[in-house]
């Protein structure tokens, strides 16, 4: 990726997190669009690349919360990181089981994320976790899916018409 796309997608990160701020308590169902991105860019570009981009991510995501940023931006890390990890060992070229696993993940995610950073402790936790988190990963899971389906018809559309340019160019 160029260096305006990396500037782009943090700019899209930010303008999200802008329009749909995440404030206390436990944010309510929606889609988290900063896991999301996370996980694609660990699922295309290998755990490297989505360790830190899912360190940057999620650093960018708490920027102003002083407290949670740091716990932000190693759970972006850890997921990027297992993403990348991941994609060569499982078999995620049928959408089932690429939602499986980006269900998984996205529930870790917020398994760790609601203590950790959102603080939460005892109380109504088992609401909280089927009436909140449960649908939150099922959300998360199924767009990223449908998002990385895109992504792929896309890349496969530009791969193709890189290829038949070129047999056009190379003809005499």
Known sequence: MSAVRWV????????????????????????????AVIILLGLYRGERVGAAAGW???FIAYATDADHFMWSSLLGALVGWVVGRWRDRLFLEQLLSR??????????YRL??????????GGPWMDTLLYKVLPTTLIDATVTVLLSYIWERIERASDSETRTAGATVSKP
């Not at 760790?112 to 402790?121: S, V």
């Open 56 to 58: 940057g991510i999620g």
């Open 112 to 121: 760790l994320h609601w203590p950790l950073i959102m603080g939460i402790g």
């Open 99 to 108: 939602w499986i696993v980006f269900a998984i993940v996205a529930l870790s």
């Open 8 to 35: 782009l997608l943090f700019l899209a990160v930010i303008v999200y997190r802008t329009w749909f701020p995440e404030t206390p308590p436990f944010p309510e169902i929606r889609f988290d669009f900063d896991l």
